[in-house]
């Protein structure tokens, strides 16, 4: 398995580590106020970023090294940027900040730069 398709696994692993004791918390104090940011940690966390490592363990060679990283980068700043930013504003009056403009762009160029390597991969033959 490639460097970059551990680097996936490790913060998918992370992020799902995080939502089940954010999620245990929750249901210990029974205030679900953060359910929101709660879900879009394991969603974008751990789902995404899974699934795009696994993506990157099948492709192997064939997927861009340098556009895998650049989504990793991105996809993962995505996720540490966007999950606090709507913790707090959940937690808070509901005023939004910058990190709830930031995080979702990030996140979306991210997916945008998975999308470009999977093309990539499509494009480019199989070894015999």
Do not use: D, K, Q, Y
């Given at each position: 398995m490639t460097r970059l398709a551990l680097?996936?696994?490790?913060a998918?692993?992370?992020?799902?580590?995080?939502?089940?004791?954010?999620?245990?918390?929750?249901?210990?104090?029974?205030?679900?106020?953060?359910?929101?940011a709660h879900a879009h940690l394991n969603l974008v966390g751990w789902a995404t970023l899974a699934l795009m490592g696994a993506f990157y363990a099948a492709a192997g060679d064939?997927?861009?090294?340098?556009?895998g990283w650049l989504n990793f980068a991105l996809s993962t700043a995505g996720v540490v940027?966007?999950?606090p930013s709507l913790a707090i504003l959940l937690a808070t009056t509901g005023k939004g900040n910058l990190g709830l403009i930031v995080g979702p762009f990030l996140a979306l160029a991210g997916m945008a730069t998975f999308l470009v390597v999977v093309?990539?991969?499509?494009?480019k033959p199989a070894r015999a």
């Open positions: 680097a996936f696994f490790t998918a692993a992370c992020c799902a580590l995080i939502g089940m004791m954010w999620g245990i918390h929750m249901g210990m104090t029974e205030t679900f106020t953060l359910a929101p064939r997927a861009s090294t340098r556009l940027v966007f999950v093309i990539g991969v499509w494009r």
